[in-house]
């Protein structure tokens, strides 16, 4: 479960995707559906949607967005579930206490390296 918070979840917005994802496996979920259904824009899922289908997570078909079928990834989301609505405020936390992707990303370039390194 940690692994899967701490290397796939950047946002608690992403965060009621996947677990929108995985309540309802059964459905294939529009950008514009899911939005709704989490209280965001169809753009704002949109955009989260695609970056849990980049990390393997989700998967686009026409019809819209699934889960990956994988067991693993379906326990450690069920794990996540039942604490994320036990421990909302911890696992709030830990996913704000992660930069964001372009925040890294800035931050790494201007990383020094030794001149053998370049």
């Known amino acids: 479960?940690?692994?899967l918070l701490d290397s796939t979840i950047t946002s608690v917005e992403q965060?009621?995707?996947l677990l929108l994802l995985h309540r309802e496996h059964d459905h294939a979920w529009t950008a514009a559906a899911a939005g709704r259904s989490v209280h965001t824009s169809e753009?704002?899922?949109?955009i989260r949607l695609a970056e849990l289908a980049a990390r393997g997570v989700a998967r686009e078909t026409p019809e819209g967005y699934v889960l990956t079928d994988d067991r693993d990834l379906e326990q450690a989301v069920r794990v996540l579930?039942?604490?994320y609505a036990t421990h909302r405020v911890k696992i709030i936390s830990r996913i704000f206490a992660k930069p964001p992707d372009a925040v890294r990303d800035f931050a790494d370039a201007f990383r020094f390296r030794r001149k053998e390194d370049t």
């Open 81 to 83: 579930e039942r604490l």
């Open 43 to 46: 753009h704002s899922a949109g």
């Open 1 to 3: 479960m940690r692994s």
């Open 15 to 17: 965060l009621e995707l």
